[in-house]
C-alpha cells in the first residue's frame, strides 16, 4: 500500500500531556499538509511543508503545536501541555510538485482525545 | 476559518435513486474537489475540477464547476449502500495561497434498502 499513513490511529492522553503524531506521505510527494476536524466539521488547514520547508501556519496553529518534516520525508505533529479543546481527528494529506496540480492525498487520522 | 456551504446537510435516500448535492461560496475558487469520509476514516478523493463550466465524471460520480466559479455540484447515479458516508466539497481561492484547501461543511448521505 503506497498511500499515506498515520501513527497513532487513535490516542487517549490526560490533560496536561504532550503527544506526538507521525505522517508518512506518499513516497513521491513533497508536499505535506495538516489539518484537524472536529466532530461535525469540515478539516481545517493547520500548516504545509514543501519538502523539508514549513512555508504556512494557520493562526490555528498555537504556540503549543509544533510540526516538524526534517528530512523532506515523515512529518510529526506535536501538542504540548494538551487541553480538552485539542481533542479532534488530526489528518495529514500529502500533494505531488506541480504548478497546477492542487489534489491532496488524506491519510486515515489520528484520534486524540484529552481527558 | 472560511468554510464552503453545502446543501442538504443531509439526505436520507432508497437505493437506486440519484443524489444530488451542492457547494456554494461568497468568493471564487479556481480548483474545486470532491471527497467522501466513512466514519473513523480520512477524506477520500474522489474528483477534481480545474475550469469554470467543466464537467467531470468518476463511475456513478458527477460533478461540475459552476460558471459562476462559486460552486460546485456533485451527483451519485443509482445509489448503492456502500454510497453511505459524508460529501465535502473543498477548493482553492485565487486569493489564498497554493497549499491551503477549504472545506466545506459536508452532506451526509445515508442509504436504506
Known amino acids: 500500500d503506497t498511500g499515506v499513513s498515520q501513527d497513532p490511529r487513535h490516542k487517549i492522553t490526560k490533560r496536561g500531556q504532550n503527544v506526538t503524531f507521525r505522517c508518512d506521505p506518499i513516497?513521491?510527494?513533497?508536499?505535506l499538509y495538516w489539518y484537524r476536524q472536529t466532530l461535525g466539521q469540515g478539516p481545517e488547514f493547520l500548516t504545509y511543508f514543501q519538502n523539508e520547508a514549513q512555508l504556512e501556519k494557520s493562526r490555528l496553529l498555537s504556540d503549543r503545536f509544533s510540526a516538524e518534516r526534517p528530512k523532506g520525508s515523515f512529518s510529526t505533529l506535536e501538542i504540548q501541555r494538551t487541553e480538552q479543546g485539542d481533542s479532534a481527528m488530526y489528518l495529514c494529506?500529502?500533494?505531488?510538485?506541480?504548478?497546477?496540480?492542487?489534489?491532496?492525498?488524506f491519510g486515515p487520522g489520528t484520534r486524540l482525545t484529552v481527558t | 476559518g472560511q468554510q464552503l456551504n453545502q446543501s442538504p446537510q443531509s439526505m436520507f435516500i432508497q437505493e437506486g435513486e440519484d443524489v444530488s448535492m451542492n457547494c456554494t461560496s461568497s468568493?471564487?475558487?479556481?480548483?474545486w474537489l470532491w471527497y467522501k469520509q466513512e466514519p473513523g476514516e480520512g477524506p477520500v478523493l474522489l474528483i477534481a475540477?480545474?475550469?469554470?463550466?467543466e464537467l467531470t465524471s468518476n463511475g456513478r460520480l458527477t460533478a461540475q464547476f459552476g460558471i459562476s466559479r462559486k460552486d460546485s455540484f456533485l451527483n451519485i447515479s443509482a445509489s448503492i449502500p456502500s454510497d453511505v458516508g459524508i460529501y465535502f466539497c473543498?477548493?482553492?481561492?485565487?486569493?489564498?495561497?497554493?497549499?491551503?484547501?477549504?472545506f466545506g461543511t459536508g452532506t451526509r448521505l445515508q442509504v436504506t434498502l
Open positions: 494529506a500529502s500533494s505531488p510538485q506541480g504548478q497546477d496540480n492542487y489534489e491532496q492525498y
Open positions: 513516497s513521491e510527494h513533497n508536499r
Open positions: 475540477l480545474y475550469k469554470a463550466g
Open positions: 468568493s471564487i475558487f479556481n480548483t
Open positions: 473543498a477548493g482553492y481561492s485565487p486569493t489564498g495561497t497554493a497549499s491551503k484547501l477549504t
